[in-house]
């Protein structure tokens, strides 16, 4: 075979190379390598985002745009990233990071950090607030295996409150999350359950790993490894009363963040996993 022909296989071949599937998600950009196990995110207008990485990272807060750039960075001081697993926001910009990765349900110093809006600080630091609180149906640290309930990965903000949706590790596996709701002030405060929701039963696919509301509070979603949960048409604390509807986005990877950047566009990030994961990607709602 001379050189022109094996030059011609090769460009055919690359030619017949499959693209990347995302599925029904948009895909923006890859995230640097810094930034692979992103469990939190939210969104800054419709341009950038702020992004936190969990259990074994920096205690570090992250600026990104929408093709995945990392433009800044705060080392967010008093705070320590014992399992950080998701972000959420209120309407004056400041920001809530849920320490309360509990894989093992044995954690008794959950605790959720308030930063100020990081969009009027200077520097490369932010100082945070400890917001401390536990779950009182929670007894024995950990609790039998059928009890493993206490584990978090999903919070929002609305009206003053922080909401937590709990993420299943029951043996056999229930696919049961608890709602629970705290005041958003600084303290010590004991969680209030409001609600369950069991997704499904398939613990590849139905823990909820990320959580947020829209910006007019009127839907609500739960993100899973494939899956979002969107609820619609709620009228008290306890969202899963409303109409419920479960979107296949039709990609399988790790993906533990999720928010809003408008009523109706969904930004999702996933986490590195061998040769998959590290992106940003957009949804639209129907």
Known sequence: ?????????????????????????????????????????????NTSAWVIEDNGNKDHLYAINLKGNLVKEFKVENAKNHDWEDLANDKEGNLYIGNFGNNANDRKNLSIYKLP?????????????????????????????????????????????????????????????????????????????????????????????????????KKVVLLGSGFIWLFTDFSSDDFTKGTLRTIDVKHRTQQESICFVDNSTLLIADEQSKTKGRNLYSYQID
């Open 1 to 45: 075979m001379n050189k022109l022909t094996i030059f011609l296989v090769f460009v055919f071949l690359q030619g017949c190379a499959q693209k990347p599937y995302y599925g029904d998600l948009t895909y923006l950009g890859k995230l640097p390598s810094k930034l692979s196990e992103v469990s939190g995110i939210v969104s800054i207008g």
């Open 117 to 217: 809006n990081p969009e009027n600080e200077t520097g490369k630091k932010i100082k945070a607030e400890k917001i401390s609180f536990h779950y009182p149906e929670q007894k024995k640290f950990p609790p039998k295996k059928s009890k493993l309930m206490f584990d978090c990965e999903a919070f929002f903000y609305k009206d003053n409150f922080l909401y937590l949706i709990t993420k299943n590790r029951t043996r056999p596996y229930t696919g049961k999350a608890l709602i629970y709701k705290i005041p958003a002030v600084v303290g010590s405060h004991e969680a209030k359950l409001i609600g369950e929701f069991t997704a499904c039963t398939d613990q590849q696919f139905c823990s909820v790993t990320g959580a947020d509301i829209s910006p007019d509070g």
